[in-house]
T-cell receptor, first 109, second 114 residues
Framework: GQNIDQPTEMTATEGAIVQINCTYQ??????LFWYQQHAGEAPTFLSY????GLEEKGRFSSFLSRSKGYSYLLLKELQMKDSASYLC??????????FGAGTTVTVRA | TAGITQAPTSQILAAGRSMTLRCTQD?????MYWYRQDLGLGLRLIHY???????GKGEVPDGYSVSRANTDDFPLTLASAVPSQTSVYFC?????????????FGPGTRLLVL
């Protein structure tokens, strides 16, 4: 099975940077995903990492270290609309996703 | 573009009753999934289907059944609902099970079992 840990809540100021960490212990690894979920809505895809290193997509970047079982999502130039829950998910060798409980990010003016 | 639709949007159900949550996608994706989302627990996989005609059990399959008669539809049935099945249910689909293909999620069904 999978054990995925991420902080429950984070607060940051508009324009700042926030880093959301995710650690995982898995019985198999076939990629790590980050999703964004606004309150009352469906999760939407943000990023995918399968090899070690940094993937950059505009204001959002995601990093993976497979040997450490560690990933982070970096949100730069925070905007009010970035207030949401961020979900870390690991895909196993059977191609099933296991999700962390999510990190609620609150952006303050 | 419809993507994935789910019905109903929300439902109140008496314990012991049966109910089918509907999920339809128009993207011709091979793989489909059902999750439940509960506060503090995140999304948990109930059942999945890698291709039409096949299904598999996820992390929390007890009390639920699925079928995949065609590519587009993946209904989830609660045979005899219990209060612990109160949750938000999300259906998702992906073009293939592996690779960088992400899962696309439907809008969810909010179910309250009394």
């Amino acid at each position: 099975g999978q054990n995925i840990d991420q902080p429950t809540e984070m607060t940051a100021t508009e324009g700042a940077i926030v880093q959301i960490n995710c650690t995982y212990q898995t019985s198999g690894f076939n990629g790590l995903f980050w999703y964004q979920q606004h309150a009352g809505e469906a999760p939407t895809f943000l990023s995918y990492n399968v090899l070690d290193g940094l993937e950059e997509k505009g204001r959002f970047s995601s990093f993976l270290s497979r040997s450490k079982g560690y990933s982070y999502l970096l949100l730069k130039e925070l905007q009010m609309k970035d207030s949401a829950s961020y979900l870390c998910a690991v895909r196993d060798n059977d191609y099933k996703l296991s999700f962390g409980a999510g990190t609620t990010v609150t952006v303050r003016a | 573009t419809a993507g994935i639709t789910q019905a109903p949007t929300s439902q109140i159900l008496a314990a012991g009753r049966s109910m089918t949550l509907r999920c339809t996608q128009d993207m011709r994706h091979n793989a489909m999934y059902w999750y439940r989302q509960d506060l503090g627990l995140g999304l948990r996989l109930i059942h999945y289907s890698n291709t039409a005609g096949t299904t598999g059990k996820g992390e929390v399959p007890d009390g639920y059944s699925v079928s995949r008669a065609n590519t587009d539809d993946f209904p989830l049935t609660l045979a005899s609902a219990v209060p612990s099945q109160t949750s938000v249910y999300f259906c998702a689909s992906s073009d293939s099970a592996g690779g960088p293909e992400t899962q696309y999620f439907g809008p969810g069904t909010r179910l309250l079992v009394l």
